[in-house]
């Protein structure tokens, strides 16, 4: 068996040899008969052919991505950023009129290391999604045609300009709202079998001011919902539960870093067993970077200060009806998009001022970090330490209450979890897009 599979390891590099022998020697007997050296001019310099079209990681969360590959063609997309030459690193943040404010960070990679650059634009609160596909694909090409001069691409790319038409009017300046926004919103949910129904409503209005130094946010909730199971002939449950809010939010700069505000609220739940509740807390912010870069990153402390007052429905298990308890809050708060991936990690400490006993940790954090080429890995969780539960009705719960989640019962703790890894291989140059028998 030795010898056989010695054989066919010399096979190929035997075969070589002998192409090898035999172009050689039909070279030697073809050769025409030599001649005398002349004297040839130097070769005239050539042009530099253009490289190949520029390699492109797109690195956005909220883009349509099959959309740009149909419509933005002159570069090569790839789905891994260890083999791209231009990383595009797109954030978004909501504007104060309620539209986006789109971020392109184009990152110079390979050759074109060190060559980077940042362009931004907004869409409005009203814009489709056809139309924010449209504009970012517009400003995605101006970022992208400098990368691409150099390329083959270079010859099928011009460059066009929409002339204002003659005697058109500059777009006004004032704004007959003064900067307000307003949405309403409501929906009605309803689904049901033979033996069980559900049906359940919400509706919701926000009000909001935003500029450089004020920010002003006023926005109300109210959600009902009814469960009807029948057990069988004799038996029915019924369950009901309904909720509203009212939220008030006033904050005023103070510079690149500092701001100062004040939060207030108004509810009722009837999870919670309250029937009304009210709270107001002033606090102050501080930013380690500045707010003009919160697009890439943020990282806040808040602490704010303030009393609650409670009006239960039923007597709690520390036999009250009505009390006003003051708290106090410290957040902090970390928040990071970059080439790497996206980091966010939310900290609370909240307590009770006047029993210390009574307080809640709160501890929230999210991850998707590419590690490796190919390979990224996710983590997204929250763990609460509850001791702070003080509205709690008397009595035990009935087994509907627990099961249909109709009240709020004692625990120390609770938490969420979930980690995730992945790894894609394989082609990374396929832009073919084809949308046959897609769901």
């Known amino acids: 068996m030795l010898p056989i599979l010695v054989q066919l390891f010399c096979l190929p590099a035997t075969l070589a040899l002998g192409l090898g022998l035999t172009v050689s020697a039909f070279a030697q007997a073809a050769a025409p008969p030599a001649t005398p050296p002349q004297q040839t001019a130097p070769a005239s310099p050539t042009a530099q052919t253009p490289a190949g079209l520029v390699k492109v990681f797109l690195d956005c969360y909220r883009c349509d991505d099959e959309y740009m590959r149909q419509n933005v063609t002159f570069v090569e997309y790839v789905r891994d950023r260890a083999v791209a030459e231009v990383h595009v690193l797109v ?6 009129g309620g539209g986006i404010a789109w971020t392109l960070k184009f990152i110079g990679l390979a050759r074109f290391q060190g060559q980077d650059r940042t362009l931004s634009f907004n869409t409005v609160q009203t814009a489709t999604e056809d139309d924010r596909r449209k504009e970012f694909a517009r400003v995605f090409r101006l970022g992208l045609a400098a990368y691409a001069a150099d390329t083959t691409a270079a010859g099928q790319l011009d460059v066009t300009y929409a002339k204002p038409k003659a005697g058109a009017a500059a777009p006004s300046t004032r704004d007959p709202w003064n900067y307000w926004v307003f949405r309403v919103n409501g929906s009605l949910d309803m689904n049901g079998e033979q033996q069980s129904n559900s049906r359940s409503y919400r509706t919701s209005f926000n ?7 004020w920010k002003l946010q006023f926005n109300g909730n109210q959600n009902a919902s009814r469960d009807k199971f029948e057990i069988d002939d004799e038996t029915t449950v019924d369950s009901r539960r309904d909720s509203w809010s009212v939220n008030e939010l006033v904050v005023k700069s103070l510079g690149p870093k500092w701001s100062a505000g004040v939060r207030s609220f108004v509810s009722h739940s009837s999870f919670s067993n309250t029937d009304l509740s009210f709270n107001v807390a002033p606090g102050i912010e501080y930013d380690f970077f500045p707010y003009s870069e919160s697009s890439r990153r943020i990282l806040t402390l808040l602490y704010s200060v303030g009393p609650t007052y409670y009006d239960y429905n039923e007597v709690t298990i520390y036999d009250k009806v009505q009390e006003t308890v003051p708290k106090h809050a410290l957040d902090a708060s970390l928040s990071l998009r970059q080439p790497w991936g996206s980091l966010g990690i939310f900290s609370s400490f909240s307590q009770q001022l006047n029993d ?6 709160v501890l929230f954090g999210s991850a998707d970090v590419r590690l490796f080429k190919g390979f990224s890995f996710n983590v997204f969780g929250e763990y609460d330490k509850i001791k702070d539960l003080i509205g709690l009705p008397k009595g035990e719960a009935s087994p509907e209450e627990v099961l249909l989640r109709l009240r ?3 625990t120390g703790y609770s938490y969420f979890l979930s980690v995730g890894v992945s790894y894609s291989f394989g082609s990374i140059f396929n832009t073919v897009v084809n949308p046959r028998f897609e769901r």
């Open 408 to 410: 709020q019962l004692q």
């Open 91 to 96: 954030t978004t943040q909501e504007t104060g």
């Open 356 to 361: 210390p006993k009574f307080y809640r940790m």
């Open 207 to 213: 009000a909001s001011r935003t500029t450089e130094n």
